[in-house]
């Protein structure tokens, strides 16, 4: 069974401070790893798409990573408006294009 | 541009009622689903359809229907709300089974007294 973990569940930085999130994930074969962005009370927004073990994409301040285990997004010098929780999911077997997610990481930059 | 549409924003339910909430995308996409997403327990997909006339069950169906009349609705009906129904509910839309990118409405708050 497919399975998404997030750590930490919440966390807080000064602005400025970087840090990474961490997805751990289990699959019995990778169809696509995908960040998500959640702000209260909106649906999930979409970050980025990771496939293969070694890709790296970026988008401003945010860089996610790869591996065969895990997924990271390294969050330099953020902002306060980088406040958010990010969801980490998984694309479901079978050939449809549904997503098991993990639990999500809150996000607090403070000024 | 106006992606998916969910309404209503917010519903208060009495335990026994039925409701359906509604999901429209004006993007032509074949695949839609709906999740529920509760504290602690992140996005959980309920039912998805990949194209008109097709649907399909999720991790959670149970007490709740679909149907895929048209490309662009997806209607989630509760026949008989349940207080662990209590929830809110998004709907997301993708291209097509190749989709990177899922586009999610704005949610539904649902409340079951």
């Known amino acids: 069974e497919d399975q998404v973990t997030q750590s930490p569940e919440a966390l807080r930085l000064q602005e400025g401070e970087s840090s990474s999130l961490n997805c751990s994930y289990t699959?019995?074969?990778?169809?696509?790893l995908f960040w998500y962005r959640q702000d209260p009370g909106k649906g999930p927004e979409f970050l980025f798409t990771l496939y293969s073990a070694g890709e790296e994409k970026e988008k401003e301040r945010l860089k996610a990573t790869l591996t065969k285990k895990e997924s990271f997004l390294h969050i330099t010098a953020p902002k306060p408006e980088d406040s958010a929780t990010y969801l980490c999911?998984?694309?479901?077997?079978?050939?449809?294009?549904?997503?098991?997610f993990g639990k999500g990481t809150m996000l607090l930059v403070s000024p | 541009n106006a992606g998916v549409t969910q309404t209503p924003k917010f519903q208060v339910l009495k335990t026994g009622q039925s409701m359906t909430l509604q999901c429209a995308q004006d993007?032509?996409?074949?695949?839609m689903s709906w999740y529920r997403q509760d504290p602690g327990m992140g996005l959980r997909l309920i039912h998805y359809s990949v194209g008109a006339g097709i649907t399909d069950q999720g991790e959670v169906p149970n007490g709740y229907n679909v149907s895929r009349s048209t490309t662009e609705d997806f209607p989630l009906r509760l026949l008989s709300a349940a207080p662990s129904q209590t929830s809110v509910y998004f709907c997301a839309s993708t291209r097509d089974h190749l989709g990177t990118e899922a586009f999610f409405g704005q949610g539904t708050r649902l409340t079951v007294v």
């Open positions: 999911a998984l694309r479901t077997p079978g050939g449809y294009s549904t997503l098991t």
């Open positions: 993007m032509n996409h074949e695949y």
């Open positions: 699959v019995s074969g990778l169809r696509g």
